[in-house]
C-alpha cells in the first residue's frame, strides 16, 4: 500500500511542476515542450492503466 501512495505522491507533484510550467507564460519554449510530453505520459499512463485492467 506504501508504494502507491508514494508513488501517486511523485506523479502528482510532477505533475504540477508540469502543468505550472505550461500555464505559466514566462516559461521558456524548451520547457514547455518538455512539460507538455511529461503531462501527456502521465496522463496516458494513468488512462491505460485504468482502461488496461480486466476483471476475471
Not at 10 to 36: D, G, H, M, R
Amino acid at each position: 500500500m506504501a508504494l502507491y501512495v508514494v508513488t501517486f505522491a511523485v506523479i502528482a507533484a510532477a505533475f504540477a511542476v508540469c502543468a505550472y510550467i505550461v500555464l505559466t507564460s514566462p516559461a521558456a519554449a524548451e520547457q514547455n515542450k518538455w512539460a507538455t510530453a511529461t503531462l501527456t505520459s502521465i496522463v496516458t499512463g494513468l488512462v491505460g492503466y485504468v482502461t488496461g485492467k480486466s476483471q476475471k
